[in-house]
């Protein structure tokens, strides 16, 4: 087992580094509809617009993506699959956030936001530090295509393996 963005994840399911993998579909990965693997919808999970507490929309049920627009952005580094999902939903939404800082981890996304360096866009799943002030604000509507307001996983395997042959135990162990 390894966790790997993506991205990675489909190159190793043609190189036959592996069997399956779990993707979120982004414009960096094959489409649903590549006939050289067999996908299948694993979990929708929605994003929250994370803004620090005392923020005007942390009051607000819920807000628009485009609401934060001229604020400055937290984002993941663009090889992540974050990073191409906030860009697309930020896009379809008519903005270009103006990304003042990166961060790979959500503890230190929470830490940025709590700190008032700017807002993010997280995982309803994500686990935040409790002790941070922030608040996340649902967002209303889909800005763009499923998988854009939220993280999208999807099981993949190469079509050429025999489906009853999902999980195989190595008999030599990867380095």
Do not use: Y
């Not at 803004?51 to 001229?70: E, K, N």
């Not at 996983?153 to 162990?173: D, E, K, Y």
């Amino acid at each position: 087992m390894s966790e790997k963005e993506s991205e990675d994840a489909a190159h190793l399911l043609l190189a036959r580094h592996c069997d399956i993998a779990v993707v979120i579909p982004t414009e960096r990965t094959p489409a649903p509809v590549d006939a050289r693997f067999a996908q299948w919808p694993v979990l929708d999970a929605p994003q929250d617009l994370l803004v620090p507490a005392g923020h005007p929309l942390a009051a607000r049920g819920a807000a628009r993506l485009a609401d934060p627009a001229a604020e400055p952005w937290i984002a993941s580094p663009d090889r992540l699959d974050q990073d191409q999902l906030m860009l697309a939903a930020c896009a379809a939404a008519g903005l270009t956030p103006p990304v003042a800082h990166e961060a790979n981890e959500w503890f230190a996304v929470s830490a940025l936001v709590a700190r008032g360096f700017g807002v993010g866009l997280v995982p309803r799943l994500a686990p935040l530090p409790p002790d941070d002030a922030v608040v996340r604000v649902p967002l209303r509507g889909r800005p763009c295509r499923p998988g854009a307001s939220s993280r999208s996983s999807a099981g993949a395997a190469r079509r050429s393996r025999p489906s009853r042959a999902v999980w195989r135990p190595s008999a030599r162990p990867r380095p």
